[in-house]
């Protein structure tokens, strides 16, 4: 069963309508392709998003240049590079489109 933003929010049963209209609203669509990253290593993640299709990749490298992935994010969840997000600092991993 596909999910998506407005069902999830609908869910909330301890908001206001007008509390769940401002959060929908704070939602902005954006387009990727395949293999164009959502966010990148060193930038700053100051969004919380949601995957209406696709799959991303999140990942890092090691000092030995190994990549790690760390979480695969499919259609009807949220995304976000959490520890840049929660530090406001830049972001130590990758989120990569994979389809």
Known sequence: MKVDLDTLLNELK?????EIDVLRSS???VIL???????EEG????????VVSGMLRHYYN???????????S????F?????????????YENILVLF
């Open 14 to 18: 301890d908001l206001r309508v007008n």
């Open 74 to 77: 499919l259609e009807g969840n």
């Open 33 to 39: 392709s395949k293999n164009e990253f959502l966010i």
């Open 79 to 91: 995304i976000t590079s959490l520890s840049s997000f929660l530090s406001l600092k830049p972001s």
């Open 27 to 29: 939602f902005t669509p």
């Open 62 to 72: 090691t000092v030995e240049g190994e990549e790690i992935t760390r979480w695969v």
């Open 43 to 50: 930038q700053n993640c100051n969004f919380l998003g949601f």
